[in-house]
């Protein structure tokens, strides 16, 4: 590796820097500067790999030699992909689509070093318990939707909507743990 010899996160997001110090790894922040696009077609999963991708090559730019991870996650639900509410009844909304159904939280990761980068996708699927009007209301004034795919932080007070999970929890978070860990042993970087 090269001078600063710690992984190199392309993320201010304050769930996936818990994340990672959750696990022992050393890392430094350098949030990515590149331009997310709004989904445009329905894959998710594709989405979410070039996203990832680009924050993790747009980090890996300005720090050649060094290990540079990057992630994004979006929400799906009948075939829609729900990003980050822009407001109060962007958030209202997503969680009424949300209620009583079952969504998929995709994530997906970019380990970059000059030439060489690992990609993953991973999928979580989770259930909603049916919500009210006035406790979504309630839920989106505490402001705890608004920097969420899909307006819900399950690690917060939105863990009471959830029924039940299939697949890794730390992906609904926002960084797949498990897999993320497999690919930085992967690259040596841990």
Not at 62 to 77: E, H, I, N, R, S
Request: proline share 4%.
């Amino acid at each position: 590796m090269g001078v600063i010899d710690v992984l190199i996160l392309a993320s201010g997001s304050p769930r996936r820097r818990e994340l990672l110090a959750q696990i022992g790894i050393a890392y430094m922040v350098n949030p990515s500067s590149y331009n997310e696009q709004l989904p445009k077609k329905k894959d998710p999963e594709k989405y979410v790999l070039a996203q990832a991708a680009g924050k993790a090559r747009d980090v890996a730019g300005k720090f050649p030699g060094q290990w540079v991870l990057g992630a994004d996650t979006v929400v799906a639900v009948d075939g829609t992909i729900l990003g980050k509410p822009r407001n109060d009844k962007e958030a209202i909304r997503m969680l009424h689509e949300l209620s009583g159904k079952k969504h998929s939280v995709y994530t997906g990761v970019t380990l970059a070093c000059s030439d060489k980068e690992y990609t993953q996708v991973v999928e979580t699927k989770v259930w909603f318990r049916k919500l009210g009007d006035k406790e979504i209301e309630r839920y989106v004034a505490t402001g705890e939707p608004m920097d969420k795919a899909g307006a819900y932080g399950i690690q917060g007070k939105a863990a009471v909507f959830v029924d039940k999970i299939n697949g890794s929890y730390t992906n609904v978070v926002g960084l797949p743990l498990s897999q993320v860990y497999k690919m930085l042993k992967k690259a040596k970087v841990t």
